[in-house]
Structures are given as structure tokens and as C-alpha cells.
């Protein structure tokens, strides 16, 4: 939780300094990585298989590409934010149904 604040002020350092989405700046995807990791269970296999989902939906955001354009680092860090909160739901529906 500590690096929420944080990651926002560094991600508007970052775009202010090196323009929008620099891909030098990687705590966003540190962010989205802690969020997925709290809520799956602790197993190699969940791991690998919900950190593919988890790219998949912050390469392609398919229902939030919008936010990635919101300016002063909040885009940034909050579309692999949505990210992993719909891979954290991916896994709820996986596991409800299995």
C-alpha cells in the first residue's frame, strides 16, 4: 500500500521527465504483480497462469485503453491497477467454477 502514493508521484516524475508511458518506468508493473500476488493462492502453477492473464489484459486493455491516455502519471500506473484487479476477478470466476 506504501507504494501506491509513491508509484503516482514517480510515474508523473517519469512523464513530466521522459514523456507519456516511458518504458524505462516499471513500478507500475511491480503494482499490478503485489496486487495479483495477494489475492492468488501461493502455487507456481496460479502464479504462471494468472501473471499471463495479467499481461494479457495490461498489453491489450480491452475495456480500458482510455485510461492509459489520463495525464500526469495517473494513466500509468492505474491501467495495470485495472489490470490486475480483473485478473484478481479472472480468478474468483476460475475458482468459483472449479
Same mark, same amino acid.
Given at each position: 500500500?506504501?507504494?501506491?502514493?509513491? !508509484? &503516482?508521484?514517480?510515474?508523473?516524475? &517519469?512523464?513530466?521527465?521522459?514523456?507519456? @508511458?516511458? !518504458?524505462? &518506468? #516499471?513500478?507500475? /508493473?511491480?503494482? *499490478?504483480?503485489? %496486487?495479483?500476488?495477494?489475492?492468488?493462492?501461493?502455487?507456481?502453477?496460479?502464479?504462471?497462469?494468472?501473471?499471463?492473464?495479467?499481461?494479457?489484459? @495490461? %498489453?491489450?486493455?480491452?475495456?480500458?485503453?482510455?485510461? /492509459? =491516455? %489520463? =495525464? =500526469?502519471?495517473?494513466?500509468?500506473?492505474? @491501467? @495495470?491497477?485495472? *489490470?490486475?484487479?480483473? #485478473?484478481? *476477478?479472472?480468478?474468483?470466476?476460475?475458482?468459483?467454477?472449479?
Amino acid at each position: 500500500l506504501a507504494l501506491f502514493p509513491l !508509484s &503516482f508521484y514517480l510515474a508523473y516524475r &517519469f512523464e513530466k521527465c521522459v514523456g507519456h @508511458d516511458p !518504458s524505462c &518506468f #516499471t513500478l507500475d /508493473e511491480v503494482i *499490478g504483480s503485489f %496486487i495479483v500476488v495477494c489475492f492468488i493462492p501461493h502455487k507456481l502453477l496460479h502464479y504462471l497462469l494468472f501473471f499471463i492473464v495479467w499481461r494479457l489484459f @495490461d %498489453i491489450f486493455k480491452p475495456f480500458f485503453k482510455p485510461v /492509459e =491516455q %489520463i =495525464q =500526469q502519471g495517473v494513466g500509468i500506473v492505474l @491501467d @495495470d491497477i485495472i *489490470g490486475a484487479v480483473l #485478473t484478481v *476477478g479472472v480468478y474468483f470466476l476460475y475458482s468459483w467454477f472449479i
